[in-house]
């Protein structure tokens, strides 16, 4: 079974300033890896994933983040934000059972 | 990207009574849809996976006759909360996948808010 840990349930940060949002797995086989955002009353988008290859994967919208195997994590970061990047940002693990496990999200706040 | 729709976007019921939401992916064909509960500021929890044309599978804990879920088409999927109580109140999230398995992306519908008085 697969689990994820998402170290900081919210985050507030100045407009232009860098961010990172930690996320951290377990899981005994290997995994692909994924963030998703989530605005007010809304669906989740996917932000990045991490399939293979790389382990450096980015968005189109200037987030990154990276595979880290040895530390089991998989942090998202961005290095300057815009108060459109408020919101909610859910890392998720899929262990090749085609199920999605979900962090418990972290509240991403970014104030003027 | 491939759109979901869920349809109604919230409702507001009577304990007793059986709410359906509808989840259709509108330009692709979904072989695979699952079923997500969101409780507010916690995750989402996966309720159950449901295959085109074969029963739903459910994740332990889900009661499978208090959640009917049918994947009667490659586009439709529905889940009909029956005798609806109020701990039912949730936001329900359900994503689609086309065939391919996991090296597929799961997208997701906009969501429905469940509201049981």
């Known amino acids: 079974a697969q689990s994820v840990t998402q170290l900081d349930s919210q985050v507030p940060v100045f407009e232009e300033a860098p961010v990172e949002l930690r996320c951290n797995y377990s899981?005994?086989?290997?995994?692909?890896l994924f963030w998703y955002v989530q605005y007010p009353n809304q669906g989740l988008q996917l932000l990045l994933k991490?399939?293979?290859?790389?382990?450096l994967v980015e968005s189109i919208n200037g987030f990154e983040a990276e595979f880290n195997k040895s530390q089991t994590s998989f942090h998202l970061r961005k290095p300057s934000v815009h108060i459109s990047d408020t919101a909610e940002y859910f890392c998720?693990?899929?262990?090749?059972?085609?199920?999605?496990?979900f962090g418990k999200g972290t509240k991403l706040t970014v104030n003027p | 990207g491939a759109v979901v729709s869920q349809h109604p976007s919230w409702v507001i019921c009577k304990s007793g009574t059986s709410v359906k939401i509808e989840c259709r992916s509108l330009?692709?064909?979904?072989?695979?849809m699952f079923w997500y509960r969101q409780f507010p500021k916690q995750s989402l929890m996966l309720m159950a996976t449901?295959?085109?044309?074969?029963?739903?599978?459910?994740e332990q804990g889900v009661e499978k006759d208090k959640f009917l879920i049918n994947h009667a088409s490659l586009t439709l999927s529905t889940l009909t909360v029956t005798s609806a109580h109020p701990e039912d109140s949730s936001f329900y999230i359900c994503?689609?996948?086309?065939?391919?398995?996991?090296?597929?992306?799961?997208?997701f519908g906009p969501g429905t808010r469940l509201t049981v008085l």
């Open positions: 994503s689609a996948r086309s065939a391919g398995g996991r090296y597929n992306e799961q997208f």
């Open positions: 899981s005994s086989v290997s995994v692909y």
């Open positions: 991490y399939l293979s290859g790389s382990t």
């Open positions: 998720a693990v899929e262990g090749g059972s085609e199920k999605l496990v």
């Open positions: 330009d692709f064909q979904a072989t695979t």
């Open positions: 449901s295959n085109e044309g074969s029963k739903a599978t459910y």
